[in-house]
């Protein structure tokens, strides 16, 4: 099972990876390996991932290094957030943070999308769903 998708919103240029169900190692490498194709043709202002329906996160210490690694999908100065209402998945994202090296300066933990998106500036998103690519 794929246990997410992406959504955009064209008007204020935001995207999103939607993450649902249980997470594994597996499942959040191949939302980050999965990630450039959705992006082709959108202008990008921030990026946000949203775990909010993440019912079990079984991703390991190990994984959320090597990804951490990676060159970020979204470089700064490009803002991004992880919207984590679970302590347990707020916690990782923040080791994911901190694992860092530069260029994730721009990347933020919340515990809501409604703080994330007031902190792009803006009060409603008109999230489409992106139709997967073959």
């Known amino acids: 099972m794929k246990n997410f998708y992406f959504e955009?919103?064209?008007?204020?240029?935001?995207?999103?990876?939607?993450?649902y169900g249980r997470i594994?190692?597996?499942?959040?490498?191949?939302?980050?390996?999965a990630t450039p194709q959705y992006l082709e043709g959108r202008h990008i202002r921030a990026a946000l991932m949203d775990?909010?329906?993440?019912?079990?996160?079984?991703?390991?210490?190990?994984?959320m290094r090597d990804v951490s690694r990676l060159p970020p999908l979204f470089p700064d100065p490009t803002p991004r957030w992880v919207v984590a209402p679970q302590?347990?998945?707020?916690?990782?994202?923040?080791?994911?943070?901190?694992?860092?090296?530069?260029?994730?300066?721009?990347?933020?933990?919340?515990?809501?999308m409604r703080d994330a998106l007031q902190a792009i500036?803006?009060?409603?998103?008109h999230f489409e769903r992106i139709a997967d690519t073959p």
Not at 121 to 125: Q, R
């Open 8 to 19: 955009y919103d064209a008007g204020h240029e935001l995207f999103v990876v939607r993450m």
């Open 51 to 63: 775990l909010s329906g993440v019912e079990s996160y079984d991703v390991s210490s190990a994984a």
């Open 24 to 33: 594994t190692d597996d499942v959040f490498k191949a939302s980050y390996a």
């Open 121 to 125: 500036g803006i009060h409603t998103a």
């Open 87 to 112: 302590d347990h998945i707020f916690g990782m994202a923040r080791m994911f943070q901190m694992l860092s090296p530069s260029g994730r300066d721009m990347l933020h933990v919340v515990r809501s």
